[in-house]
């Protein structure tokens, strides 16, 4: 009944931009920690950005400073603002999210970075 759907991925060159955009609907009571965390072919998935529903920011290393994570909570809506982009951030990126006390994930967003 909860879903979270990812959107704003897609085909870019380096040292491009792109902002992803992930929506909460369903019966949502309460938000709380959400996150973008990616997964490459072969690869285990890793966390990129987490933020609280206090607004609390930590970044992975491999990020170098280039994402910024948000969230707008009126519109149940978290973002992900990434740029100079490089080919190693090519992956599948996921929304999760704990929300009426579980675990919820997206279907996943492609991105694909050319060289």
């Known amino acids: 009944q909860v879903q979270l759907v990812e959107s704003g991925g897609g085909l870019v060159q380096a040292g491009g931009s792109l902002r992803l955009s992930c929506a909460a609907s369903?019966?949502?009571?309460?938000?709380?920690?959400m996150g973008w965390y990616r997964q490459a072919p072969g690869k285990q998935r890793e966390l990129v950005a987490r933020?609280?529903?206090?607004?609390?920011?930590n970044y992975a290393d491999h990020e170098k400073g280039r994402f910024t994570i948000s969230r707008d909570n009126a519109k149940n809506t978290m973002y992900l603002q990434m740029n100079r982009l490089k080919p190693e951030d090519s992956a599948v990126y996921y929304c999760?999210?704990?929300?009426?006390?579980?675990?919820?994930w997206g279907q996943g967003t492609q991105v694909t970075v050319s060289s």
């Open positions: 999760y999210a704990f929300i009426a006390w579980a675990d919820r």
């Open positions: 369903g019966s949502i009571f309460s938000i709380g920690a």
């Open positions: 933020i609280t529903s206090g607004g609390s920011t």
